[in-house]
């Protein structure tokens, strides 16, 4: 898999947009970028993916560059509870079922 | 409710006294897995099952055990638990091969001492 880069923290406030960068970029052409959040010790929890278009569901937004190097999740409203350990994941899809984890961005949402 | 539980939660032990700590699933998936975290380590994968009586080594499989002979349930046996298992373990679940994408739906978490 794809090694990722992710800043190890970041602060942003309540009810603000929050832009989570992931930099990928040794990613291969068959290789989907995904999103994962860990909130205090709780399991890990599916966030979004995609493969190079923009996605977005209820809860964020994937933004992956033309040449897929990098990636940014957008929270479009932090609020408290998205308080965090998120993960940016690059993996081919049908292949290997195991997530690998790297140590994440922390993100914490201030009032 | 579509979920993964994992039983107990808690759970402190004696070194080398044999434990197992269950996960069940109720979304039908064929694939199972287990991950134990540490600080400093991540999330690290242990054992995997792609269905029923299939099952394989992850990058940390040493002094653990799995079985899947149910395809719902899928326990994690510590024959003999020594001090440097003291970890916080979670059970995950996914469809299987072929689908577009695979998000893997992930248990609560059991946190295991050994004493």
């Known amino acids: 898999d794809a090694k990722t880069t992710q800043p190890p923290s970041m602060d942003c406030a309540e009810g603000r947009a929050a832009n989570l960068p992931c930099n990928h970029s040794?990613?291969?052409?068959?290789?989907?970028v995904y999103w994962y959040r860990q909130i205090h010790s709780q399991g890990p929890q599916y966030i979004i993916h995609?493969?190079?278009n923009n996605e977005t569901n209820e809860m964020a937004s994937l933004i992956i560059t033309e040449d897929r190097k990098s990636s940014t999740l957008i929270l479009p409203h932090a609020t408290l509870r998205d308080t965090a350990v998120y993960y940016c994941?690059?993996?081919?899809?049908?292949?290997?079922?195991?997530?690998?984890f790297g140590a994440g961005t922390t993100v914490t949402v201030r009032a | 409710e579509a979920q993964v539980t994992q039983n107990p939660r808690y759970l402190i032990t004696v070194t080398g006294k044999k434990l197992t700590v269950t996960c069940s699933q109720n979304?039908?998936?064929?694939?199972m897995s287990w991950y134990r975290q540490d600080p400093g380590l991540g999330l690290r994968q242990i054992y995997y099952s792609m269905n029923v009586e299939v099952t394989d080594k992850g990058d940390v499989p040493e002094g653990y055990k799995v079985s899947r002979k149910e395809k719902r349930n899928f326990p994690l046996i510590l024959e003999s638990p020594s001090p440097n298992q003291t970890s916080l373990y979670f059970c995950?679940?996914?469809?299987?091969?072929?689908?577009?994408?695979?998000?893997?739906?992930f248990g609560p978490g059991t946190r295991l001492t050994v004493l």
């Open positions: 979304m039908n998936h064929e694939y």
């Open positions: 994941i690059v993996r081919v899809d049908f292949n290997d079922y195991k997530l690998s």
């Open positions: 040794t990613i291969s052409g068959n290789e989907y």
């Open positions: 995609g493969l190079k």
């Open positions: 995950a679940s996914s469809l299987t091969p072929g689908r577009l994408y695979n998000e893997q739906f």
